[in-house]
Structures are given as structure tokens and as C-alpha cells.
């Protein structure tokens, strides 16, 4: 009896479960060479306002949570990507038109960038905070904050480590985080949010959303609950509308770059803001 082959629809993954787009819509996911491969869910603005809604409801509790136990929980994440290589391997072999090795190269690639930035959650504030020179009886301290709800436009030709190296460093200070996939390669970044959803990351610290980024962009960027903007994957949209769209409520914005961002502390820095605390000493 031969087996009957069940494509699977991959949906979307919006506050730590996996709903389909409110719109009802999905495309199709090709391989490299055109043969069809999946559907995937085609995200909406109604599907972007659920994921800002669901990463705002996070913020406090993953913000809260101490440095260490926040690299803890993406050095988890590592753990998990790599138990899950060979699949990941597989899909991006297929979707990206990859060689084997090449594939292998990305996978192990994401997964060091997990740890690279798990490294840094519990030491990145004795970087950018200080104790601040002041003359007076007082002291003056500055200590890095999350800015809150980070809407990003992923790399758009690496379907995981483009998705890994923006997502990563906005988790590190206590950000949320609300993501555009790859629209033409999105199979790995839902195969990541079922990472994210057998791993400790809470419900609403990562949405991932599908479809064109085009379409979806926009609603993000003109957010009035969306505090900063990474623009990473953007170089072939009308990216400089989305700076100005986020100037009317703001919003910090990353500028796009080419390929895929090195792992780097002002990737941490530049979605934090810094708060500052005055305290007297001695007698008054």
C-alpha cells in the first residue's frame, strides 16, 4: 500500500500558539526549481495587530526576568535547534535551493548565533550602563532597559540565520518581538516558533508572521504600540515610508543592510533606552 503525502500547512505563530491568518489566506512555498513544496499562511493587518497585542502583554514579564535567566533560556533555544538540525537542514536544502553543506553551514550558523547572544544577556548592561561622574553629594548611575514591543522585517534570502541574527539581539535586554519572515523561504521560521513553543521562551515573546512583507510592513510600522523598527530585510520595499510612517509615533528604526548582520553588541544597545538614577550620599 503506498503512502499518501500530507503537505502541511504552515500557519502562523502568534502568542505562543499557531493560528492560521484571520483572512483565511495562504500561498504557496516553492522549491527553488518551482515544484511546490507547502502552503504557508498569508499574514494581515488583523494578524499583525494580534502579534502586537500578544508581545505587548510579554513585556513585563520577560523584561522582568533576570539577564541571566533570559541567556538561560536562548542558550535552551540552542539546545533545541540543534536536536532539530536534520529537519532544519532538510528545509532550507529545499527551499533555498541549497546545497547540503551549504544548508548544514546555515543551521550551524543560527545555532551559534544563539549562543553568542545567550552569552551576552547577563553581561551587556556592565557594557553600556555605567556609574556616570557627577560633582555634588550624590552618585549617578545609567543602566540599558528594554525598549518594549521590536517589530522587525527579516533578511529576506536567509530564511534562518537572516530570521536568528534579527530576533536574537532584540531578546538579549527583555524586548519582545514581532517578525516578518522570509516571504519566498518561511518554512524555518515557523519550524523555529515550534522551537519556541517546546522551549521556555514565554507566550508573546516571539510572533513570527508570513506572507509579503510588503503588505504587512506598513500596519507595523504606523503602530502606535510598536517602540522600535528594525528594518533589516527592507532594502526592497518602500523602506524609507516605513521611517517616516515610525517618525509619527517615535519609534527608533534600524535602517536596512545588506545580507545578513553580524552578530554585535549595538544590535543589543540600539533597541534599549537608558535609565538614569540620581541617589545622595553622605550627610545632607
Known amino acids: 500500500m503506498s503512502h499518501l503525502t500530507v503537505p502541511k500547512t504552515f500557519k502562523l505563530y502568534i502568542g505562543g500558539k499557531f493560528p492560521r491568518s484571520e483572512s483565511g ?3 504557496e512555498v516553492v522549491t527553488a526549481k518551482g515544484d511546490f513544496l507547502a502552503n504557508a499562511a498569508k499574514g494581515s ?4 495587530r494580534d502579534a502586537v497585542v500578544a508581545a505587548r502583554s510579554a513585556v513585563s514579564g520577560w523584561a522582568g526576568t533576570t539577564g541571566y535567566n533570559r541567556g538561560q533560556v536562548l542558550y535552551r533555544i540552542a539546545e533545541l535547534l540543534e ?3 536534520a529537519q532544519f537542514v532538510d528545509e532550507i536544502r529545499r527551499s533555498e535551493g541549497a546545497s547540503e553543506s551549504a544548508a548544514s ?3 550551524d550558523a543560527a545555532i551559534d548565533v544563539w549562543v553568542w547572544y545567550a552569552g551576552w544577556a547577563d553581561k551587556y548592561v556592565q557594557v553600556a550602563g555605567n556609574g556616570n561622574p557627577v560633582s555634588g553629594p550624590y552618585f549617578n548611575v545609567s543602566t540599558p532597559e528594554a525598549t518594549g514591543v521590536v517589530a522587525i522585517i527579516a533578511p ?3 530564511s534562518l540565520l537572516g530570521l536568528v541574527s ?3 539581539p532584540a531578546l538579549v535586554s527583555g524586548n519582545t518581538v514581532v517578525v516578518i519572515a522570509s516571504e519566498a523561504s518561511p518554512l524555518s ?3 523555529l516558533g515550534e522551537v519556541l513553543a517546546t522551549s521556555d521562551v514565554p507566550g508573546g515573546v516571539v510572533n513570527i508572521l508570513t506572507g509579503s512583507a510588503a ?3 506598513p500596519w507595523l510600522a504606523s503602530h502606535a504600540d510598536v517602540n522600535a523598527l528594525d528594518l533589516a530585510g527592507a532594502g526592497d520595499l518602500d523602506w524609507v515610508d516605513l521611517q517616516i510612517a515610525s517618525a509619527e509615533t517615535l519609534k527608533r528604526v534600524l535602517p536596512p543592510q545588506d545580507g545578513v548582520p553580524a552578530p554585535s553588541v549595538e544590535r543589543v544597545t540600539f533597541f534599549t533606552e537608558t535609565k538614569t538614577v540620581w541617589h545622595t550620599k553622605g550627610l545632607i
Open 25 to 27: 489566506r495562504v500561498y
Open 45 to 48: 493587518r488583523k494578524d499583525a
Open 83 to 85: 536536536g532539530r538540525r
Open 105 to 107: 553551514a546555515q543551521v
Open 156 to 158: 529576506q534570502e536567509s
Open 166 to 168: 534579527v530576533v536574537a
Open 189 to 191: 521560521a515557523i519550524s
Open 215 to 217: 503588505e504587512i510592513a
